[in-house]
C-alpha cells in the first residue's frame, strides 16, 4: 500500500508560480514511477507529468511543456510539480498519483494509487 498526500495549492494570478509537493509512504517509494493528473470543473481527468522511479525520464502534456516541472526526491519520498507562467486554465484539482503501469503513463487507470487532491486556481 502507498499513501500520498499533496499541498502546495492555492490562489495565485496569471503569470505566477506554485510548487506542488506530495509526500508518499508505504512502499519503497524509489520503487514506482510517479504522475501528477489535473480535473477542471465539467471536465475528465487529465495527465500533467510524469517522471521514472530514478528521476531519469520525464514526460509531460504538451499543454504544460516549457511551464512545468516534474521532480523527486527519493531521500524524502516526496515528488514536486513546479508550475510557471500559470494561466487560468491552468485551474483544476491536482491529484498525485503513484505506481502505474510504465507503458500507460498518460492513462490515468493504469495508476494504482491516488492522493486527495490539491486545489489551485488561477486568476486572470
Known amino acids: 500500500q502507498v499513501q500520498l498526500v499533496e499541498s502546495g495549492g492555492g490562489l495565485v494570478q496569471a503569470g505566477g508560480s506554485l510548487r506542488l509537493s506530495c509526500a508518499a509512504s508505504?512502499?519503497?517509494?524509489?520503487?514506482?514511477?510517479m504522475g501528477w493528473f489535473r480535473q477542471a470543473p465539467g471536465k475528465e481527468r487529465e495527465f500533467v507529468a510524469a517522471?521514472?522511479?530514478?528521476?531519469?525520464?520525464?514526460y509531460y502534456a504538451d499543454s504544460v511543456k516549457g511551464r512545468f516541472t516534474i521532480s523527486r526526491d527519493n531521500a524524502k519520498s516526496t515528488v514536486y510539480l513546479q508550475m510557471n507562467s500559470l494561466k487560468p486554465e491552468d485551474t483544476a484539482v491536482y491529484y498525485c498519483?503513484?505506481?502505474?503501469?510504465?507503458?500507460?503513463?498518460?492513462?490515468?487507470?493504469?495508476?494504482?494509487?491516488w492522493g486527495q487532491g490539491t486545489q489551485v486556481t488561477v486568476s486572470s
Open positions: 498519483a503513484a505506481d502505474p503501469d510504465e507503458y500507460r503513463l498518460y492513462d490515468s487507470r493504469s495508476y494504482n494509487y
Open positions: 508505504g512502499r519503497t517509494f524509489s520503487a514506482y514511477y
Open positions: 517522471i521514472s522511479w530514478d528521476g531519469g525520464s520525464t
